[in-house]
């Protein structure tokens, strides 16, 4: 997963949410982190691979 830093200021927040219309992100504040913003078909993705590994194992 890719990583932004934590935005502060409008085009921060801007740039994060462009790269995040790109695929999955963590945000990242103090090297730490924080956020996760993926898209709601990746998401689902995970989850189904998440519930198969469930069964399997």
Do not use: H, K, N, W
């Not at 801007?14 to 998401?43: K, N, Q």
Request: glycine fraction near 6%; charged fraction near 30%.
């Amino acid at each position: 997963m890719r990583t932004a830093p934590f935005p502060r200021t409008p085009a921060q927040v801007r740039e994060c949410l462009t790269l995040a219309a790109e695929g999955a992100i963590a945000v990242e504040r103090d090297g730490s982190p924080m956020i996760a913003i993926v898209p709601v078909e990746e998401y689902e993705r995970l989850v189904a691979l998440d519930r198969a590994a469930a069964r399997e194992g």
